[in-house]
Structures are given as structure tokens and as C-alpha cells.
């Protein structure tokens, strides 16, 4: 019997079935510990530019045409010669700025009086077109070279160069600002900053503290220096004593020099802008007619600007022998601090002045110091 095939095709051996792929469970990642805040470092005080040391050389009571309406070049007009020392120091409130053309002294001094402003000019930049803030006298423009602003139009009554019943005033100021940008400033005989809250009686020093400290290098980023009164240029006041070199303009002149002439011997002339300038018009015919861009809210009367007055701009990067015909005021000098130590300026009034910008220029090669 035949035996029956028992061979059976081989069944092909199956595939083993791939172990089904375990669903990945989306677990969120552990959240990492932050890293601990790594402290932040304090913002740098602002680096000034090429100016370092700005320098207010203030003087006293002459408009443009008093002093330099004979230079060569300038919108000037020539009028009768003054005695030197004047005769009296004419009326300058106000009052009497708003009938100058009838009642103002008439009178100029020539280079012969002031030749070394006269070289100055020459030498580096006279600004022919510079007024006061205000259209009066000392007080109220000495506020606005130290905040932009004045509360009053004339020097007030009992407190006049800041003695014990002057009023406070709470102002911006540029000193303010050089503080909170860690920068510095003094106060060399000025009596306005006794006007104003936060400042009164703070880096006060006597104008003869100011050629110590820059013969010896050690200026401040910004200083405000004034004369004492024989040598400020401020004709004589009916009370003053008995000194024939009070009023005097080449005596009041020759003190400036040495204050300049102290910056150079200290060594700080490379990094120095100085601006020398008078506070008010001081009762002189000026011919040339201010701008009214505010009126006084009292009476409606003319507040700003005021006369025109000399400003001299000394630097090595001030222009050589020229005359800016740009439109200048007090306020001009301290939006000039405010751009080269990048502080915001203290008021919309210095925001929107020019900074005296015209009469510099950082390409230049450096000017010797003056002769």
C-alpha cells in the first residue's frame, strides 16, 4: 500500500508581527530653574565730547552797541565816546527798557578801552545777534543763565543779590541736571542762585576760588564766575565807597584776561569752551531791536528777549575771526551744556534754543590758546 505523502507543503513560517509601537506619552519637559538674574550695572554717567569744562565768565550792564559797535564786521552803530569810568550807572528796570529809544544812554566805548575783548574777537567768535532773556534788569537774567527761567521781570524789592529776604524759587536748573548725571558745578560770587530751592547756599565760592582751582587743573564740568563788584563792570551805584576803579571797563576788562589766563596755566584750554557775557543791557542805546516773543503776563509788556549784548566764545574749537549772525540768548549757553553733556534740556524754552552750535566747529584743528 502506498504509503500515503505525508509530506505537506511547509507552511512558510509567519512574519513575526512587529511589537506594536507604544504610544509616546507628550510629557511636557520639566521646567528648568532660571538662571538668578544676573545684577545690572549702573548706567554710566554721560561722557562729555571734547569739552569737558564749560566756562560763564559774567559780567555787567553793557548792551552791544556799548562795547562793540565799533568792531569791525559786526552789526554795531557808532555813538559819542564814554568816560571811563561812566558818570552814572543809567537807569536799566523795565520800566525804562521800554522807553530806551527816549531815554537810554547814548555812549560807547572803543578798542582802546577793551582791547583785549577786541582780540578775543579777533582771535576766535563774537556773536553779534546774542540778547538777554529778559527785557530788564541784573536779577531776572542772572536766573535764566542758571535755569532757563524767571519768575520776575526786575530785580526784586528787599531781596536784591539774594540777601536774607529773597524770595525761593522752585526752577529746573542746569546745576540740578549736571547732579543727577553725576557730573559737577560751582558757584564762583554769584548771588541768583540763592533765588532757588535746592541750590541756595550749596557749592558757593568766593570769584577769587575760581583761578586757584583752574591754575591748579581742577575745574568743575561747569562753573558760573563772577566779578566782584569793582571789577564786574557795573557802573557805580550812588552808594558805592570811594574807589575810582569801580566801573572802570579796562580794569573790569583786565580781570577776565586773568581768569582766562588761569584756565590756560592750569592746563585745561584743550578741553574748555569759555563764554564771556554781560547779564543785561545796563540803560545803553542798542539799535538794533529784540524779537517779542513774550509778553510779560502782568501788564502785556515785552518780557523776551531783551537787548542785545556781547558774547565772546572761547575755545579751541570755537571759529577763527568770525561773527555769528545767528540768534543767540543767555538760554543759548545752557542748551550748549545740555548737548555736549547729554542732559536733557530743563525747560521747552532751552529744547528749543540753538545751543550756540554755529560758532563751533569739533573738525577743526585745535586753536592755540589766546595770545
Not at 107 to 135: H, K, R, W
Request: hydrophobic share 35%.
Amino acid at each position: 500500500m502506498k504509503k500515503k505523502a505525508q509530506s505537506r507543503a511547509k507552511a512558510k513560517p509567519r512574519a513575526k508581527s512587529k511589537p506594536k509601537a507604544r504610544a509616546k506619552l507628550h510629557r511636557k519637559p520639566k521646567p528648568r530653574p532660571k538662571p538668578a538674574p544676573k545684577p545690572k550695572a549702573p548706567k554710566p554717567a554721560p561722557k562729555p565730547g571734547p569739552i569737558e569744562h564749560v566756562v560763564f565768565l559774567i559780567k555787567e550792564n553793557h548792551c552791544f552797541d556799548n562795547y562793540f559797535g565799533t568792531f569791525p564786521g559786526a552789526n554795531g552803530a557808532k555813538l559819542p565816546h564814554s568816560p571811563n569810568p561812566p558818570t552814572q550807572d543809567p537807569n536799566h528796570t523795565h520800566g525804562h527798557w521800554l522807553t530806551r529809544k527816549q531815554t537810554a544812554a547814548a555812549l560807547q566805548f572803543v578798542e582802546a578801552d577793551i582791547p583785549a575783548y577786541f582780540s578775543y574777537a579777533q582771535q576766535f567768535t563774537l556773536c553779534d545777534n546774542y540778547y538777554t532773556d529778559v527785557a530788564g534788569p541784573s536779577t531776572p537774567n542772572h536766573l535764566m543763565l542758571i535755569a532757563g527761567d524767571s519768575p520776575v521781570i526786575d530785580n526784586p524789592h528787599g531781596g536784591y543779590r539774594g540777601g536774607p529776604n529773597a524770595p525761593l524759587f522752585s526752577l529746573p536748573s542746569l546745576p540740578a541736571s549736571l547732579e543727577q548725571a553725576k557730573l559737577t558745578w560751582a558757584n564762583y560770587n554769584g548771588y541768583a542762585f540763592q533765588y532757588i530751592k535746592g541750590l541756595a547756599g550749596r557749592q558757593k565760592f568766593p570769584q577769587q576760588q575760581f583761578a586757584a582751582d583752574a591754575a591748579a587743573g581742577k575745574l568743575p564740568n561747569v562753573s558760573w564766575v563772577y566779578a566782584d563788584h569793582p571789577e564786574s563792570e557795573h557802573p557805580r551805584d550812588p552808594n558805592d565807597p570811594a574807589n575810582p576803579l569801580i566801573g572802570n571797563v579796562t580794569h573790569g576788562m583786565q580781570w577776565t584776561v586773568n581768569q582766562v589766563n588761569a584756565i590756560v596755566q592750569g592746563g585745561l584750554w584743550p578741553s574748555t569752551a569759555i563764554f564771556i557775557t554781560w547779564d543785561d543791557w545796563g540803560g545803553w542805546l542798542d539799535h538794533v531791536d529784540p524779537p517779542n516773543v513774550q509778553s510779560w503776563p502782568a501788564d502785556g509788556t515785552q518780557f523776551r528777549y531783551g537787548s542785545r549784548v556781547g558774547c565772546l566764545v572761547l575755545s579751541p574749537f570755537a571759529k577763527a575771526g568770525f561773527i555769528s549772525k545767528t540768534l543767540h540768548s543767555h538760554v543759548s549757553l545752557l542748551k550748549f551744556c545740555a548737548t555736549q553733556f547729554k542732559l536733557p534740556p530743563v525747560n521747552q524754552r532751552v529744547a528749543q534754543s540753538d545751543g550756540m552750535t554755529d560758532c563751533f566747529d569739533f573738525t577743526q584743528k585745535p586753536l592755540p590758546a589766546p595770545k
